[in-house]
T-cell receptor, first 112, second 115 residues
Framework: QQQVKQSPQSLIVQKGGISIINCAYE??????FPWYQQFPGKGPALLIAIRPDVSEKKEGRFTISFNKSAKQFSLHIMDSQPGDSATYFCAAIGAGTYKYIFGTGTRLKVLA | EAQVTQNPRYLITVTGKKLTVTCSQNMNHEYMSWYRQDPGLGLRQIYY???????DKGDVPEGYKVSRKEKRNFPLILESPSPNQTSLYFC??????????????FGPGTRLLVL
């Protein structure tokens, strides 16, 4: 069963706008939450990641917001660019485990 | 160049014909993993390996086998492929493993069609 729910399934944003992708998890034992970016025909690549003891992490135009009590985390892409058009996956890793649980993905299209 | 390689990149086969997808990494990583990617389902972990001779099941291990006899190689074996194993497969590796919060590097993918 899917333990990480990701939304929306697809997203269209104008150039310069903010893209927001949300994920919610059920297992409170998760202790690491990475986001991956995947371009067509390529494997996913790590974009940014956060631990649950931090409420926000920013790297350039990409920010993760983390709400531990709500068991939700989200990716914000500021000043979205056409080059950001890709599929984005959130993921969660269980504490003391080596298992990755991925969300179902969000296909982002940024219009020029 | 540091990379994860997979072979073949594309494969068409028939039901029941055993096949192996190879995966190799040149980064001396301890952790390796296999995923399948299906539309609407995202990435699902099949098997992972924390070290040589140490493997464990992911979320969808049925119908697959793996082995880790050397650190650099982690082949995925389909003993009797079925059409529901038609998918895009990714191999990945990281230095020590997910719980140590490290970057996981993905290969380019293998697209498999089982007729």
């Amino acid at each position: 069963q899917q333990q990480v729910k990701q939304s929306p399934q697809s997203l269209i944003v104008q150039k310069g706008g903010i893209s927001i992708i949300n994920c919610a998890y059920e297992n409170t034992a998760f202790d690491y939450f990475p986001w991956y970016q995947q371009f067509p025909g390529k494997g996913p690549a790590l974009l940014i990641a956060i631990r649950p003891d931090v409420s926000e992490k920013k790297e350039g135009r990409f920010t993760i917001s983390f709400n531990k009590s709500a068991k939700q985390f989200s990716l914000h892409i500021m000043d979205s660019q056409p080059g950001d058009s890709a599929t984005y996956f959130c993921a969660a890793i269980g504490a003391g485990t080596y298992k990755y649980i991925f969300g179902t993905g969000t296909r982002l299209k940024v219009l020029a | 160049e540091a990379q994860v390689t997979q072979n073949p990149r594309y494969l068409i086969t028939v039901t029941g014909k055993k096949l192996t997808v190879t995966c190799s990494q040149n980064m001396n990583h301890e952790y390796m993993s296999w995923y399948r990617q299906d539309p609407g389902l995202g990435l699902r972990q099949i098997y992972y390996s924390m070290n040589v001779e140490v493997t464990d099941k992911g979320d969808v291990p049925e119908g697959y086998k793996v082995s880790r006899k050397e650190k650099r190689n982690f082949p995925l074996i389909l003993e009797s492929p079925s059409p529901n194993q038609t998918s895009l497969y990714f191999c990945a590796s990281s230095l020590n493993g997910g719980s140590l919060q490290e970057t996981q590097y993905f290969g380019p993918g293998t697209r498999l069609l089982v007729l």
